[in-house]
Nanobody, 125 residues
Framework: LRCSCRRGGGLVQPGGSLRLSCAASGRGFSFYGMGWFRQGPGKEREFVAAVSRSGDSTYYRDSVKGRFTISRDNTKNTGYLQMNSLEPEDTAVYYC??????????????????WGKGTLVTVSS
């Protein structure tokens, strides 16, 4: 399985929106939970959101709850992160990842099986 942040990053003003996509190649996408992580300037990588294999269960870090929505389309082998009401603090390189564990564990242990390359999101006026 290979993940790639296909598109969606870029420069956006505070309060704006972006949608990130993560396309997986290879077999078995629907057998993996999926997560999004980010690493801001001078910061450590942190958990952002996760979604279960079926898409029924989602998890978020507190600072993005109500603003970000994670989803997936297993028929397209693609995951998404819809980001609304973006803030300068959301500026970071965003990575998608897939793992065989239940996504409830991703926030505590970010050792994922597969990682995408990352896409830069800059929130600035």
């Amino acid at each position: 399985l290979r993940c790639s942040c296909r598109r969606g990053g870029g420069l956006v003003q505070p309060g704006g929106s972006l949608r990130l996509s993560c396309a997986a190649s290879g077999r078995g996408f629907s057998f993996y939970g999926m997560g999004w992580f980010r690493q801001g300037p001078g910061k450590e990588r942190e958990f952002v959101a996760a979604v279960s294999r079926s898409g029924d269960s989602t998890y978020y870090r507190d600072s993005v709850k109500g603003r970000f929505t994670i989803s997936r389309d297993n028929t397209k082998n693609t995951g998404y992160l819809q980001m609304n009401s973006l803030e300068p603090e959301d500026t970071a390189v965003y990575y998608c990842a897939a793992d065989n564990r239940h996504p409830r564990y991703y926030s505590r242990d970010a050792r994922m099986d597969y990682w995408g390359k990352g896409t830069l999101v800059t929130v600035s006026s």
